[in-house]
């Protein structure tokens, strides 16, 4: 049945209220057997097509050519026009810019620098977990999670330590719900990124700001827009989303207390763990695309200049893929989730996200005797990324 049942399912996409009451499994579910491709009105915009099945959601990020991301990635912002950030970072550019651009920034999230953060991560978040753990009652995302995320992205950027608490607050106004107060945080973010890459210029070092700023494209050296652009986005990817993934990790393990057991009686600390808790969280949520050439998907007709979003965390509930979906199970194999996105965009941090959940679930399993809820947990409200923001916990030392 597709037709009105169809289309009152998907106009709920356009509406970050629908995320934030945690009804969005029940639509994806839904429109995934009798809509996978779904026109979704918008209130304040031209609209969007809704792509909720794995095989179609696949095929529209693994071609780039057909479906770009120059335009805009998001949900956010005036959909009428271009999103103004359009080919000066690294997701928001095509093809050889954005190969070049790659490349330069992979050494930085892969190999050896990896290994190296691996024992400076550890220690930090063994003290981290310490200091929660005396607390004996905490909130997970601020008190856990961002910090975490914000140690890695620092070191990853040669940011000053000393910098993170006091910026903590502001990373955590760039989720808030309050429009000016997260345009105020995104601006205090800017601002700071930017003195950062003034210090850089003044003493270039082994980061990978000095490494946006040295990139040349085609022979010209970038301009200074696109390097801060660049450097914020490489920031700020890495932050909410890996925030999302911890604290939706925890949320699950507290939740689920055979899983829990399973991995506090495992010897290793499992890989297909951190998958599982990937394909189980989903953080990223709409990522969207625009149609460069009149297309069909799933018979439905799309027309060059549309908005497409590929909702990544039906993609990875696909009934068609993933065997019993709805199960959280810690050893699942195979699971080709698709939470890091796929094709030339797919996510740049995925070795330093897959570190941070490794290094956090195998410490928590010998940290804590158990989780338990200390109060509701609230649920992100937003189109862009989806999960639980806060969590409030107790725990105890094992
Ligand atoms: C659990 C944590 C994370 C999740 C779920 C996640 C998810 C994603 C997804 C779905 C994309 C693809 C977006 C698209 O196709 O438009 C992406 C891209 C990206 N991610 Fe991540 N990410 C995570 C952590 C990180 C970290 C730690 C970094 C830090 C370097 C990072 C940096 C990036 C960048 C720079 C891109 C753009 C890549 C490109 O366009 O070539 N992400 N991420």
Not at 264 to 273: H, I, K, S
């Amino acid at each position: 049945m597709t037709g009105a049942t169809g289309a009152i399912q998907a106009a709920a996409l356009a509406d970050p209220e629908t995320f934030a009451r945690g009804d969005a499994c029940r639509v994806f579910r839904h429109l995934r057997t009798q809509e996978p491709v779904a026109w979704t009105p918008e209130p304040d915009g031209p609209g969007f097509w809704s792509v909720t099945r794995y095989a179609e959601g696949a095929c529209v990020l693994k071609d780039a050519s057909t479906f770009s991301s120059v335009e805009g990635t998001t949900l956010e912002g005036n959909r009428w026009q271009d999103d103004p950030a359009a080919g000066r970072m690294l997701p928001l550019m095509a093809a050889p810019a954005h190969t070049a651009l790659r490349r330069i920034l992979m050494p930085h999230v892969s190999g050896p620098r990896v290994d190296a953060l691996r024992h400076d991560t550890a220690g930090f978040l063994a003290h981290v977990l310490e200091e929660c753990t005396e607390r004996g009652r905490f909130e997970v995302g601020d008190g856990l999670a961002t910090r975490v995320a914000m140690h890695v992205a620092f070191r990853l950027l040669g940011l000053p330590p000393e910098d993170e608490a006091g910026l903590l607050p502001v990373v955590r106004d760039t989720l808030s719900c309050n429009e000016s107060r997260r345009h105020l945080a995104d601006a205090e973010l800017l601002i700071y990124v930017s003195e950062a890459v003034e210090v850089r210029r003044r003493h270039p070092a082994d980061d990978a700001i000095s490494a946006i700023m040295g990139a040349e494209i085609d022979g010209r050296p970038l301009d200074d827009e696109t390097v801060l652009l660049t450097v914020l986005n490489v920031m700020s990817a890495g932050l909410t989303t890996t925030r999302l993934a911890i604290t939706g990790a925890i949320h699950a393990l507290m939740h689920h207390p055979d899983q829990w057991r399973w991995l506090q009686r495992r010897p290793d600390m499992p890989g297909t763990a951190v998958e599982e808790v990937l394909r189980w969280t989903s953080p990223a949520a709409a990522v969207v695309r625009t149609a460069h050439a009149d297309t069909v998907l799933a018979g439905r007709r799309i027309r060059r200049g549309q908005r497409v979003a590929v909702w990544i965390p039906s993609l990875n509930a696909d009934e068609a893929v993933f065997a019993d979906p709805d199960r959280l199970r810690l050893d699942r194999a195979p699971n080709r989730h698709l939470g890091f996105g796929t094709g030339m965009h797919a996510c740049l941090g995925m070795m330093l996200a897959r570190l941070e959940l490794r290094l956090l679930m195998s410490e928590i399993r010998r940290a804590w005797a158990g989780i338990e809820p200390d109060g509701p947990a609230e649920r992100l409200t937003s189109l862009v990324l989806q999960g639980i923001d806060r969590l409030p916990v107790r725990v105890g030392p094992s």
